[in-house]
């Protein structure tokens, strides 16, 4: 009896010096796997959940959820004519100390370099208007010129709107529209014109010999409509105009009421998109704004939903935080009590952005003993929906995750430090405690 007294004791000894040991200081962590949960969206483009940076020192880690979307947005097919105006305002300096001209034709080669790099299904041509520097040719078709033929050579194309002069005394678009309408082949699938001028028209062919007449302003939108019916996408960037509430020369008409009567407006053009822009905004509009509404297909992502789930282990056990705001759309600023999870929406992400979050895990100093030796996922899994470029729904999952393990070293006897030795005093005291039960045990046992 005696025996099996003294046997007791000591594994409960023992049991209660292995506790002592299960403490936020002794346990240690480590990594068993660092796994990269991939899931993959369209053709080219993916999520990826990671693992990029641990500090075990801390028993902490830091995770970091992105998607990119690396689709190629298509370039437009077909034939295109570059209708740009050579009138002699081309030549004023502009208010940031530019010279129009350059400003317009550097944006306008940048514009075919964007569109002809590894596209070999558009071809270029560019044609100038303004009126002929000999009077007796004013008003007919020889206002506008042939400045290079369809071309799929970026070199060939730039170097012609380099050698083209601004010198034409006035402005008849539309010669220029007439005359690049004619440079389309009937056999384009696709059929595109970008006007890019600095002048409000005040001559046309065959016109009533009168500058900005009614009967200028008729023939020119005519033709403007009648190349929209023709298919033919047009797109208009008008600057340089800041005398727009003046009435101009030999009319009763402002300016800015004769471009509202040929062009319309921004937000209700004539045909297509019309840029009424300012000099300072003539580069992104050409380069950016309607490079971009050329291309037929974007490859937008629209309406994704990314829900990472965790394990309650993890929830019970680590503290969340996150160590960067996403860049792109909006997440949940803490974790979801009622299903342990984050929810990170994006309205958008276009072709070549990328969206990235980053969280952190840390161990809690009252961590529950029982997950050590345990193998922790740091995630149960990720759920991911979101709309297409054809416009439907997709759903994807995946439980990849990066894993965790706790480990509490073999007990032994604490050398030095005020934890240590608190648990060595505490040992000791419990020590004493179970040999007073012993005695006392014995004691009882010996007066039956």
């Not at 056990?317 to 860049?327: I, K, L, Q």
């Not at 995630?379 to 509490?408: A, C, G, M, R, W």
């Amino acid at each position: 009896m005696k025996k099996k007294i003294l046997i007791t004791l000591f594994l409960l000894l023992i049991l209660f010096t292995n506790l002592s040991f299960a403490s936020y200081s002794t346990v240690t962590m480590s990594i068993v796997e660092e796994p990269i949960c991939t899931i993959p969206i369209g053709e080219n483009s993916k999520f990826e959940k990671k693992l990029i940076a641990k500090d075990l020192n801390h028993k902490e880690v830091t995770l970091q959820l992105q998607v990119t979307n690396e689709e190629t947005a298509l370039k437009p097919t077909g034939e295109m004519i570059l209708l740009l105006d050579n009138s002699d305002s081309m030549k004023l300096e502009t208010t940031e100390g530019k010279i129009r001209k350059d400003l317009i034709f550097n944006s306008a080669k940048k514009l075919i370099s964007n569109l002809l790099e590894n596209n070999e299904e558009l071809k270029i041509g560019v044609v100038s208007f303004s009126t002929n520097t000999d009077i007796s040719k004013e008003g007919t078709i020889e206002d506008a010129s042939v400045v290079s033929g369809l071309s799929n050579d970026i070199n060939t194309l730039t170097n012609a709107i380099s050698n083209i002069e601004a010198n034409g005394p006035r402005t008849n678009l539309e010669a220029g529209l007439s005359l690049a309408s004619q440079q389309f082949s009937t056999t384009a699938n696709h059929k595109y014109m970008i006007i890019l001028t600095d002048g409000v028209p005040n001559v046309a062919i065959d016109y009533d010999n009168i500058y900005y007449s009614d009967d200028v302003i008729h023939k020119t939108k005519t033709q403007l409509q009648k190349l929209g019916t023709n298919k033919i996408d047009i797109i208009t960037m008008l600057t340089g105009i800041d005398n727009a509430d003046e009435l101009a020369t030999g009319s009763t008409k402002t300016y800015g009421e004769i471009i509202t009567e040929i062009l319309g407006t921004t937000e209700n053009p004539t045909i297509g998109k019309f840029y009424y822009v300012t000099d300072n905004q003539v580069e992104t509009t050409i380069t950016k704004d309607i490079y971009q509404s050329l291309l037929p297909t974007t490859k937008t992502f629209k309406n994704i939903k990314i829900v990472d789930y965790f394990p309650k282990e993890i929830i019970d056990n680590f503290d969340f935080a996150y160590v960067t705001e996403t860049n792109i759309g909006k997440i949940s600023s803490e974790v979801d009590k009622t299903n342990h999870s984050i929810t990170w929406t994006i309205p958008e992400l276009a072709s070549g952005q990328t969206a990235i979050v980053q969280y952190k895990l840390k161990l809690k100093e009252n961590f529950d003993p029982s997950i050590i030796d345990k193998i922790l996922n740091t995630n149960e899994k990720v759920d991911i929906t979101y709309t297409d470029f054809e416009n439907k729904e997709q759903n994807k999952t995946s439980d990849v995750s990066p894993k965790l393990k706790l480990v509490e070293p073999p007990a032994i006897l604490p050398k030095a430090g005020f934890t240590t030795l608190m648990i060595t005093f505490g040992m000791i005291a419990v020590g004493f405690f179970l040999f007073s039960l012993t005695k006392l045990v014995l004691i009882h046992h010996k007066m039956k």
